[in-house]
């Protein structure tokens, strides 16, 4: 059986405000992180039939998103990252998610300081 190329969708650059660090000064106010997403799976049937039901719903899934990391208080951007992967896996139709998150502000001389993860139901 011939295996098909997975398929993606990515969102690039979600900015959002939250609380996340280890040190104090990082407890107090909201600091900018920057998400990535990309989402592995078959987009084969939502081409060929133009239908919402056989892809993600990307404009529910950025709400989602917001509302997880802008209600949180992580320590770490790890936290983030797996948290986002866990997210994202609940809708059947994704078999993969690789997570980027950026916090700009983590060290100074630097543009940002990033983790990536993936993770998928294999």
């Given at each position: 059986?011939?295996?098909?190329?997975?398929?993606?969708?990515?969102?690039?650059?979600?900015?959002?405000?939250?609380?996340v660090?280890?040190?104090?000064?990082?407890?107090?106010?909201?600091?900018?992180?920057v998400?990535?997403?990309?989402l592995?799976?078959?987009?084969?049937?939502?081409?060929?039939?133009?239908?919402?039901?056989?892809?993600?719903?990307?404009?529910?899934?950025?709400?989602?998103?917001?509302?997880?990391?802008?209600?949180?208080?992580?320590?770490?951007?790890?936290?983030?990252?797996?948290?986002?992967?866990?997210?994202?896996?609940?809708?059947?139709?994704?078999?993969?998610?690789?997570?980027?998150?950026?916090?700009?502000?983590?060290?100074?001389?630097?543009?940002?300081?990033?983790?990536?993860?993936?993770?998928?139901?294999?």
């Open positions: 059986m011939k295996e098909t190329p997975m398929d993606f969708i990515h969102i690039h650059d979600l900015r959002l405000k939250c609380i660090g280890v040190y104090e000064h990082e407890r107090r106010e909201n600091q900018d992180v998400l990535s997403v990309s592995g799976m078959s987009l084969r049937k939502a081409g060929e039939l133009d239908s919402l039901e056989h892809t993600v719903d990307y404009q529910k899934l950025q709400h989602q998103m917001i509302a997880l990391v802008t209600n949180s208080r992580f320590q770490l951007i790890e936290s983030i990252a797996e948290s986002i992967a866990a997210l994202c896996l609940k809708d059947d139709k994704i078999e993969l998610a690789k997570v980027v998150v950026e916090k700009p502000a983590a060290l100074r001389s630097v543009r940002t300081v990033s983790v990536e993860i993936t993770r998928s139901r294999l």
